[in-house]
């Protein structure tokens, strides 16, 4: 099956700071999420990005899906950032059935 | 507001019950989905359907079962024969079709359940 592979696994910012986060997967993709799990473990999507650019106010998303990978920006972090960051996938011609296969996460801190 | 009820929050079981997850959505999804997530790792997918009455296996499906009687609703059975249970369960719903963004996940709040 797809390979999801997240990078890095931990990252701790100063508040304010920038960061990139990454999401490389194994084979041709139709769906791409990325998604926010606060520290009570709700999960909030924040793109729906199989390709091209997206912006949402502090947030970014870019995925070049020929190259076979995406990247979360975080600008201006702040300590409600915090949580686990996941990118999940839908292979093409997975039939358009929703069933993403997730990454493990970067676990991002942001310090006061 | 629409969205998605899970319950109980928090579960204990002891070894060798059954124990029923409930999931209920106000959003008129017509997919839904169960996850189950472990300490440090990714969502991993348990059962899906996608129409009343019509459920599919995950990656995952050995020890569950589940059942979807009604659209808004799609409870999962964690049974005894599930060898490692204790877990944190996450049910999602997409509003299925196939225009862009239809398969956008929403997730309840979660239920994290301990055997003891």
């Known amino acids: 099956g797809i390979q999801v592979e997240q990078s890095p696994p931990d990252l701790i910012l100063q508040e304010g700071a920038n960061s990139t986060l990454r999401c490389n997967f194994s084979d041709s993709v139709n769906n791409l999420q990325w998604f926010h799990q606060n520290p009570w473990g709700q999960l909030i999507n924040l793109f729906y990005?199989?390709?091209g650019t997206k912006q949402n106010g502090r947030l970014s998303a870019t995925t070049v899906a020929t190259e076979r990978y995406s990247l979360l920006y975080i600008s201006s972090s702040q300590t409600t950032d915090s949580g686990v960051y996941f990118c999940a996938v839908e292979r093409e011609g997975g039939g358009s059935q929703g069933n993403l296969i997730f990454g493990k996460g970067t676990k991002l801190s942001v310090k006061p | 507001d629409g969205g998605i009820t899970q319950s109980p929050k928090y579960l204990f079981r002891k070894e060798g019950q059954n124990v029923t997850l409930s999931c209920e959505q106000n959003?008129?999804?017509?997919?839904m989905y169960w996850y189950r997530q472990d300490p440090g790792q990714g969502l991993r997918l348990i059962y899906y359907?996608?129409?009343?009455?019509?459920?599919q296996k995950g990656d995952i499906a050995e020890g569950y079962s589940v059942s979807r009687e009604k659209k808004e609703s799609f409870p999962l059975t964690v049974t005894s024969a599930q060898k490692n249970p204790t877990a944190f369960y996450l049910c999602?719903?997409?509003?299925?079709?196939?225009?862009?963004?239809?398969?956008?996940?929403?997730f309840g709040a979660g239920s994290r359940l301990t055997v003891l």
């Open positions: 359907s996608q129409i009343v009455n019509d459920f």
């Open positions: 990005i199989p390709s």
């Open positions: 999602a719903s997409t509003p299925r079709g196939r225009r862009s963004g239809a398969n956008v996940l929403t």
């Open positions: 959003l008129n999804h017509d997919a």
